[in-house]
């Protein structure tokens, strides 16, 4: 299926595209490392501008399930739940409706959100009725197959939003490669499948599950999620690490992996070690940690130094124009004299910290 009917939005706001995403000075577990062999976990941190100047037209999806099993309250909940969508996005937005039961059904292309398209698209809304298997990849295939056919993409982020319970009966929601768009799911009911609705999400980069329980206060999570979304400031974000050395002939680094509990989409070259993680779009004011664990070899040096291990680089794309920025260098204190106890510097203490609450959040994943 292709379609390219989507509305010609209004202009965005222009403003500078410089410095709305830095990288924070890295801050270690260590206050230093040893001369021997050893391992320190380093948090690399990517902050947005809270500045609104730039601000990208949101191009939202919204995949509506209407199989038999969303009869009754989830139904009205999601409709409820749609109306207040509707009334938070303007006219530099555009919203597309695609309902899915056990096929799917495109109610209209990607209209820019004026007074009269919000009410014709709360009529869409209104008129969904519930009956039917569930084949939530046939909604989630003809969501990117809009986003796909856009003619205007320039300044513009897509992403979809999925309302389901996620008792899907035909097809496997798990297929859907969405590329570089944005899913974000939300489970209705109590009998939702989380676990089914969780993975889409983690699938996409940026993506995040929530839950919309039975007699639940249906705007808030899309109130928190919209807050954001209608104030990105950067598209494409990514961080690259690049292993590095002072003295290539007697490197600090022995290997360079993402700590457990990184959500992001990662790769790994084999050859070269390099890491790119892509955090997708970042709002304003917002912030994303990633934690490196860096396993070091015995130094040739016998003297304290600081240990040149890695450069960590990131980009992004505002307005559609690709923005690079300054490489940032990831150096470790090596001494022989490095305590062997807790260390006691407030940076130090905080990564302990983050990395404590990575493996509780990774425990509670699990269990």
Known sequence: MAFNDDEKPPASNVGSTKGLVTISTPTYSKDAAALTADAVTAVVELNATSSTAVREGLDLVAVLDVSGSMQGDKLQSMKRAMQFVIMKLTPVDRLSVISFASSANRHCPLRSVTQQAQTDLKSIVDGLVANGGTNIKAGLDTALAVIAGRATTKARTPNIFLMSDGQQSDGDARQVDPGNVAVYTFGFGKDADHAL???????????????????????????????????????????????????????DLDTMTVAPGTDYTQT???????????????????????????????????????GLVAEAQHSYTVQGSPQGQTPQDIVIPRSPDAPADPPTSGKAQAVLAEMARRQHAGAIGEA
């Open 197 to 251: 609705l969780s993975d889409v999400a983690k699938k996409s980069p940026g993506g995040t599950f929530n839950s919309v329980p039975d007699g639940g206060n249906v705007s808030a999570p899309f109130s928190q999620l919209l807050g954001g979304l209608l104030t990105i400031v950067a598209q494409d974000v990514q961080l690259t690490l690049t292993p590095k050395a002072e003295d290539p002939s007697a490197p």
């Open 268 to 306: 790994t070259d084999g050859n070269t070690g390099v890491i790119t993680i892509k955090f997708g779009t970042l709002f304003s004011g917002e912030t994303r940690k990633v934690a490196i664990n860096l396993k070091l070899l015995e130094s040739t040096l016998t003297t304290a130094y600081d």
